[in-house]
């Protein structure tokens, strides 16, 4: 190892919790402002473009086209699963390669992964559009998950904790072997000083950009409250078409929200992606396909179980 993968040794080795301000600590000490290219709005082309870096193309991937007015997100969802279900076992194989693929290779994967994230949130804008209500109580995730859900999805600062948590695991795994002489291997157990930094301050400008959000979002919940729906309200809600098209007006503003969201969910793993090294980059979005879709799996046996036990307890008709 040289001289400057120290930093890296003596930050991991006291634990996760010395290398990285908790998410709560920076929101509650915000360093100086971002650049304005990270504060500014959401870009107006969804989804926004990918950082200039090995795997950030966006990628055409293999998924179906964005769904047609017929096809259900539920069943675009399913189809995601699938898909990201493939590419967990291509991520297995490329991180546990022996000789390690060339870095070509490793990019190629990469960007193959991204490229199904990217039409992901483009196939789920699409659908908001055309009905903002489902994205908010969808059907397509267990109740597990949705137990978890921040604007819609998950917490963008989650995807750089995520990056925090296996780097200190793998780290910890190969720790015996660095302390007798031997290297680490080329994942994320060995991220730079220059990484890490680059990490943090990543993690610093998303909670500015989770902020905003969250922002916007209570002034779009809070609409609601507003004189013509209250005016509405005293009058039974009997007037349909008006009442129609003031909650089409409300519903804007959380689709609105969303697309905030699902591009932020979208640039942070595109940009955690652009820090690391290509065998980097494999076990991040390996981690990340693992633990999205253990969770998704558990849920759904969860629920399964539920509702057997609720139709077992079912007084027969």
């Not at 194989?93 to 193959?112: C, I, K, M």
């Not at 690391?276 to 399964?304: I, N, T, Y």
Request: glycine share 8%; charged share 20%.
């Amino acid at each position: 190892m040289g001289p400057t993968r120290w930093p890296t040794w003596t930050t991991f080795i006291t634990g996760p919790s010395h290398h990285h301000t908790s998410h709560n600590a920076h929101r509650q000490q915000q360093s100086s402002p971002a650049p304005p290219h990270h504060i500014d709005a959401m870009p107006a082309t969804f989804p926004p473009p990918a950082p200039p870096s090995h795997g950030g193309g966006n990628g055409t991937g293999t998924l179906p086209p964005p769904m047609s007015s017929n096809e259900s997100f539920s069943n675009f969802f399913e189809s995601w699963i699938a898909e990201q279900s493939r590419d967990l076992e291509e991520l297995r194989a490329a991180a546990s390669a022996e000789p390690a693929a060339p870095e070509d290779d490793l990019r190629r994967l990469v960007d193959q992964v991204l490229g199904h994230y990217a039409q992901y949130y483009s196939t789920k804008a699409a659908a908001a559009a055309d009905d903002v209500n489902m994205m908010f109580t969808s059907s397509w995730t267990s109740t597990t998950e949705n137990l978890y859900l921040w604007c819609g999805g998950s917490r963008p600062t989650a995807t750089i904790q995520l990056l925090y948590t296996k780097s200190a695991m793998q780290l910890q795994q190969q720790l015996p072997v660095f302390l007798d002489g031997g290297g680490l291997k080329d994942d994320l157990s060995d991220l730079s000083a220059a990484e890490l930094k680059a990490a943090d301050q990543l993690q610093h400008r998303t909670i500015t950009r989770e902020r905003e959000i969250e922002e916007t979002a209570a002034s779009a919940q809070e609409a609601l409250t507003s004189k013509t729906m209250v005016e509405l309200a005293g009058g039974g809600g009997l007037d349909a078409g008006a009442m129609d098209r003031e909650m089409q007006t409300k519903a804007e503003g959380m689709r609105r929200v969303l697309e905030m969201a699902d591009g932020l969910r979208l640039e942070t793993i595109r940009e955690v992606v652009a820090l690391l090294r290509p065998a980097q980059a494999v076990h991040f979005l390996l981690a990340a396909a693992e633990l999205h879709l253990a969770v998704h799996d558990f849920g759904r046996r969860k629920d399964g179980h539920a509702g057997n036990a609720a139709a077992a307890a079912a007084p027969s008709v």
